[in-house]
């Protein structure tokens, strides 16, 4: 192989990114590949949009069709995003044996075990560095640098969009709407902001990325999921009162053949690396048995960060000169079962109104202690029109015992409210 010939499915923000680099930077990708790095097609229904780069005559065409039939391009990037058709593009150029690059986290998550088989079955190779952290290198250090590791956990703030409007929010005192308002204005959410905002963008990157560490197969539906909507600027005080940050956390952990995988808002003490990783920006810790805590930080998306993973990919498969499915791929070698979210074990701030009468607490403290939830530390607000204002936090409990506690507790004439319950902690 003399040269690496490419084929960019996509020119939006991350396409330009990619094509802006494979352009501009061909002389320093052929140095360090050896070889040279050639684009020659790019494919995207719109042909006519201003990307901010110049590109030769004839190589942008709306058929991607012209991709996947050319023999001469072995490596296919797909860069359009979403399920479909980005689905059946991959589909096709494994089946013909071209290797394929992607940033797409939600086909990966979907259908990545099936991609695997395919490009297996016909010696080309699938990448998806840019899915998860955008230009932060994890899975190539998940598969590569780490590989000498047991992984015992990872954890991390994965998603940009709801690390900005959490942050806003902490700093400003805004609530939800403003803060995410402001982030739609920013180009940071989308105008339809669910796949953020309700956690689900986070699962996808859990599952792929817990795929690697644990080497084997996450269905994405058994991640545990909730989003950030219900938290308000009386739960970011709250947190603020006892030194704590509120983040939309991935935690992934093997508990010795099961593996603990939940996505959600969790209060991170101030002390921790994670509370200070604010705005857009990812951060991922990892810990393995011989390497002990690692932490990956850096923009988690962006045109040109993730543009540079994707390239990295395309580095990738040029350093290893032959072309064909590596055994640094296979993500699937370990059946282990996905523990339901009632049996795991964590903390929990919860933030509650009663009545303001004698034997309140005393009557509430029964409930938690008839279920196993112990209280690790206690506020009350002032009273106020006849109620007051609760906020505690509980030691490390399982989740059924804490549900049951919350379910009698709302049976109580004097609980008058349940506010907010968040989960503390990131199971160390």
Do not use: W
């Amino acid at each position: 192989m003399d040269r690496m010939t490419v084929g960019v499915i996509g020119f939006g923000t991350v396409g330009a990114g990619v094509v802006k680099i494979l352009l501009n930077n061909s002389k320093i990708l052929e140095e360090r590949a050896g070889m040279p790095v050639v684009l020659k097609k790019i494919a995207d229904l719109d042909t006519t949009s201003d990307r901010g780069i110049r590109i030769p005559e004839g190589m942008l065409t709306a058929d991607a069709e012209e991709i996947l039939r050319d023999p001469e391009i072995r490596t296919v990037v797909e860069v359009i995003g979403g399920e479909n058709p980005a689905k059946r593009f991959i589909e096709a150029a494994l089946s013909a044996g071209k290797n394929v690059v992607t940033s797409n986290k939600e086909v990966i998550a979907k259908h990545g075990l099936h991609f695997a088989g395919l490009a297996e079955a016909n010696g080309c190779s699938i990448l998806y560095e840019a899915a998860v952290g955008g230009g932060i290198p994890i899975l190539h250090a998940v598969r590569n640098s780490l590989s000498a590791n047991k992984i015992e956990k990872v954890f991390g703030i994965v998603n940009g969009t709801t690390n900005y409007i959490l942050t806003k929010m902490t700093g400003s005192g805004a609530d939800f709407a403003t803060a995410l308002k402001e982030a739609q204005d920013l180009g940071y959410a989308e105008a339809d902001p669910k796949n953020d905002v309700e956690g689900y963008d986070v699962a996808y990157k859990l599952a792929i990325l817990a795929g690697l560490a644990f080497r084997c197969h996450v269905n994405y539906q058994d991640v545990f999921r909730e989003g950030i909507t219900k938290i308000t600027p009386e739960d970011i005080a709250a947190a603020k009162r006892f030194n704590y940050s509120i983040k939309m956390a991935a935690i992934g952990m093997d508990r010795g053949g099961k593996l603990e995988l939940r996505v959600h808002p969790v209060m991170i003490r101030n002390s921790h690396p994670l509370a200070s990783v604010n705005d857009a920006f990812n951060a991922i810790y990892i810990r393995g048995d011989s390497v002990g805590d690692v932490m990956f930080y850096g923009q988690g998306a962006g045109e040109m960060p993730t543009a540079s993973a994707v390239v990295g990919d395309i580095m990738n498969l040029a350093f290893r000169k032959a072309q064909g499915f590596a055994a640094d791929s296979r993500y699937n070698l370990h059946p282990l079962a996905v523990m339901p979210i009632d049996e795991c074990v964590t903390s929990f701030f919860i933030r509650y109104t009663v009545s303001d009468e004698p034997g309140v607490l005393a009557t509430v403290s029964a409930v938690f202690a008839k279920h196993k939830v112990s209280i690790y530390s206690i506020q009350q607000g002032d009273a106020d029109g006849g109620q007051a204002a609760i906020t505690a936090i509980t030691h490390p409990v399982e989740e059924k015992h804490m549900r049951d506690a919350l379910a009698e507790m709302q049976t109580l004439a004097c609980v008058k409210e349940i506010c907010s319950v968040i989960r503390v902690g990131l199971g160390e």
